[in-house]
């Protein structure tokens, strides 16, 4: 006989649904076009606002700055934030909107340092408490997850077709 995940049609078996299981890993490729793309756009437009542009440091040139300094770093962090992922696994698994999250931080660090540089802020305190906070941030949201986090379940009844012997 058949189980219940299948139905019949005239050309055999087929799943009932076309939702797939989601148990497996991301795979690279999925984050190497976005982090590309990102870094194309964060390098490149910080390397045109600096040394092309040659623009003075106005408002709108520091904003311009502060963005593509965000863009560029997410997009650097994306593979190496993936890769800790794979590399110390966690239970569950880190699902890709905690990866790319994880690498904003990245971005956000390092754009938050850059505007405290500005006034000649940033310290080792600063550094390490800075990091400290997004970390614990980070903790807290991926912990929430866990939480909320349902394993997957199967259907373990029997057939209603079968007899038992």
């Known amino acids: 006989?058949?189980?219940?995940?299948?139905?019949?049609?005239?050309?055999?078996?087929?799943?009932k649904s076309i939702i797939h299981p989601?148990?497996?890993?991301?795979?690279?490729?999925q984050y190497l076009f976005s982090a590309l793309i990102l870094m194309v756009i964060g390098w490149g437009g910080l390397a045109l606002l600096l040394f092309v542009?040659?623009?003075?440091?106005?408002?709108w040139a520091?904003?311009?700055?502060?963005?593509?300094?965000?863009?560029?770093l997410t997009g650097t962090a994306l593979p190496i934030t993936y890769f800790f992922n794979l590399r110390f696994p966690s239970d569950p698994p880190a699902e890709p909107n905690a990866i790319v999250r994880q690498a904003l931080w990245v971005?956000?660090?390092?754009?938050?340092?850059?505007?405290?540089?500005?006034?000649?802020?940033?310290?080792?305190?600063?550094w390490m408490g800075l990091a400290g906070g997004?970390?614990?941030?980070?903790?807290?949201?991926?912990?929430?997850e866990r939480a909320r986090w349902r394993p997957p379940t199967t259907n373990d009844e029997q057939p209603s077709d079968t007899t038992l012997d």
């Open 22 to 29: 989601m148990n497996n890993t991301p795979s690279p490729r």
């Open 107 to 126: 971005g956000v660090y390092g754009a938050t340092l850059a505007w405290l540089q500005l006034g000649h802020l940033v310290t080792l305190w600063v």
């Open 134 to 144: 997004l970390i614990a941030i980070e903790y807290l949201i991926r912990l929430r």
């Open 53 to 59: 542009l040659d623009t003075p440091p106005l408002v």
């Open 62 to 72: 520091r904003w311009g700055f502060f963005v593509l300094w965000i863009i560029a």
């Open 1 to 15: 006989m058949f189980s219940r995940s299948f139905a019949k049609n005239t050309s055999g078996y087929t799943a």
